[in-house]
């Protein structure tokens, strides 16, 4: 039971350039989500799914897509890169939706740099 | 969009001393109250969970809500230099939010 994973670990990016950042869950968790967290900034929500099918957008969507490929994989897309987008980002998922006091597990993040 | 506040950091302790995180939400509505601890350079990890009122014991660590006062804290007894983290406030309904964090340093 490996919980939440992600890939890659690290990644360096031009300005400009796509990339896709892979999650995957193996909890039956109905919901995963995407943050992004920054120095002094906490974890902040780029978007979520709160089942397989659907997505909705979080705090700080802009510059990001989404796809919910199965129950157990979600995907965060970054179509044209910027600076801006340097940061950590984590993957979480969480048991049951209407439940809000299922906990919530990350994966161990993916570094990224956008130069 | 809610809105979670935490005590600035950081908060430096003596080894075996109390500390004591804050944390205070906008929301009235919120149901489920969670501290992560994060290490740095990995991901956060629960360390507790609370939902009613009152104290909520689990080892060193007592967590305190106050639905009232929009308050809820995390006690750390007998500090210990593994206790140095970074320490989450989430706020629930059906999504999380998270507080900005506050570090705490266990000097030895």
């Known amino acids: 039971n490996a919980g939440v994973t992600q890939t890659p670990k690290f990644q360096v990016l031009k300005t400009g350039q796509s990339m896709t950042l892979q999650c995957a869950q193996d909890?039956?968790?109905?919901?995963m989500y995407w943050y992004r967290q920054d120095p002094g900034m906490g974890l902040r929500l780029i978007y979520y799914s709160a089942s397989e099918g659907t997505t909705d957008k979080g705090e700080v969507p802009n510059g990001y897509n989404v796809s919910r490929l199965n129950k157990r994989e979600f995907s965060l897309r970054l179509e044209s890169a910027a600076p801006s987008q340097t940061s950590v980002y984590f993957c979480?998922?969480?048991?049951?939706?209407?439940?809000?006091?299922?906990?919530?597990?990350f994966g161990p993040g993916t570094r990224l740099t956008v130069l | 969009q809610k809105e979670v506040e935490q005590n600035s950091g950081p908060l430096s302790v003596p080894e075996g001393a109390i500390a004591s995180l804050n944390c205070t939400y906008s929301d009235r509505g919120s149901q489920s109250f969670f501290w992560y601890r994060q290490y740095s350079g990995k991901s956060p990890e629960l360390i507790m969970s609370?939902?009613?009122?009152g104290d909520k014991e689990d080892g060193r660590f007592t967590a305190q809500l106050n639905k009232a006062s929009q308050y809820v804290s995390l006690l750390i007894r007998d500090s210990q230099p593994s206790d140095s983290a970074t320490y989450l406030c989430?706020?629930?309904?059906?999504?999380?939010?998270f507080g900005a964090g506050t570090t705490v340093t266990v000097r030895a």
């Open positions: 979480a998922s969480r048991g049951v939706l209407t439940s809000p006091t299922d906990t919530q597990y």
């Open positions: 989430a706020v629930s309904d059906y999504k999380l939010s």
């Open positions: 609370i939902y009613s009122n």
């Open positions: 909890m039956n968790h109905n919901s």
